[in-house]
């Protein structure tokens, strides 16, 4: 798939398939995110790939859980391994990132994923999975093949028309020239 397509098409999955993803199609969505920029190319950024669902519980809820991915991917980083600079702890910018490129990855490949940051308690994760003290757990995505239709699981036609993946506020609201406020063109 050609880029700006992948950029364009990619859309939150909540329903897979069963089928496995391919340990060479997970090593290049890996190889993708390791590839990413960093802080002074610190690389703070870490990832567990969890494909027991056993562990599933211990990290996500049931809502996830129930979605039906084969695996998850949980995103880690080491504050301490990054910068902090005008009150700004860059771990985070950093894990986005090489987030935002295992997600593209995943969509050249024909995988869905959904970018989750809050449905996980930090502890717990990090418990199950032996995470150590001083990473932090930045976000989870589920990684697997999706259903035909993306929207499906969703209820209701009123929600499924306000995420449309066209509906995005035009350029001339979110990009300016020179000064805030000031038209692009």
């Not at 996980?120 to 990684?143: G, H, Q």
């Not at 993306?150 to 020239?177: C, N, Q, W």
Request: charged share 25%.
């Amino acid at each position: 798939m050609e880029f700006y397509e992948v950029i364009k098409n990619r859309k939150s999955i909540r329903k897979y398939t069963a089928k496995k993803v391919p340990e060479d199609v997970l090593e290049r969505i890996l190889e993708a995110a390791r590839w990413a920029p960093s802080w002074a190319n610190r690389q703070c950024t870490r990832y567990v790939v969890v494909d027991d669902p056993a562990l599933f519980p211990n990290i996500v809820s049931g809502i996830v859980v129930g979605w039906g991915a084969p695996m998850l991917i949980i995103t880690c980083a080491d504050p301490s391994n990054s910068g902090h600079k005008g009150g700004k702890d860059y771990y985070m910018l950093d894990a986005g990132i090489s987030m935002e490129h295992l997600i593209l990855a995943a969509a050249a490949e024909g995988l869905g994923t959904c970018w989750i940051g809050g449905m996980f308690d930090e502890d717990s994760v990090k418990r199950a999975l032996d995470i150590p003290e001083n990473m932090r757990v930045v976000a989870v995505t589920p990684l697997g093949y999706p259903e035909e239709n993306p929207l499906k699981s969703l209820v209701g036609s009123a929600m499924r028309s306000a995420i449309r993946a066209d509906s995005r506020k035009p350029i001339t609201e979110t990009v300016f020239r020179n000064k805030y406020g000031r038209q692009l063109k």
